[in-house]
């Protein structure tokens, strides 16, 4: 099977940073798009920033020259640089990732359990 683990977060002051790590371990042929997400109470899970394996990046308006997502294929790992943090960045921000499983022919989707940011003064 395979697990996606989490790690960075916690708080943040207004116009500082933080980075989010992300990695996929486990029986993975292949791993295409990895992406974040983020979610506040009450709301529905949002797109936040994605690549694919080969580069293409997409980005929420919200976070446009603000956050840079970047990903190491060998390693199966994506992270998410957040600069000029705003206190509407507050969330918990979830890792998701499309994966080829060895030795089948679908693709699968995984979720990491979420990270907490808090930006705050």
């Known amino acids: 099977q395979v697990q996606v683990a989490e790690s960075g977060g916690g708080l943040g002051h207004p116009g500082g940073s933080l980075r989010l790590s992300c990695a996929a371990s486990?029986?993975?042929?292949?791993?295409?798009?990895m992406a974040w997400y983020r979610q506040v109470p009450g709301k529905q899970r949002d797109l936040v920033a994605q690549?694919?394996?080969?580069?293409?990046?997409v980005y929420s308006d919200s976070v446009k020259g603000r956050f840079t997502i970047s990903r190491d294929n060998a390693k199966n790992s994506v992270d998410l640089l957040m600069n000029t943090l705003k206190p509407e960045d507050t969330g918990v921000y979830y890792c998701?990732?499309?994966?080829?499983?060895?030795?089948?022919?679908?693709?699968?989707?995984?979720w990491g359990q979420g990270t907490q940011v808090t930006v705050s003064s």
């Open positions: 998701y990732c499309i994966i080829r499983l060895r030795g089948e022919w679908v693709d699968r989707q995984y």
């Open positions: 486990g029986s993975i042929d292949d791993t295409k798009t």
């Open positions: 690549m694919t394996r080969g580069g293409n990046t």
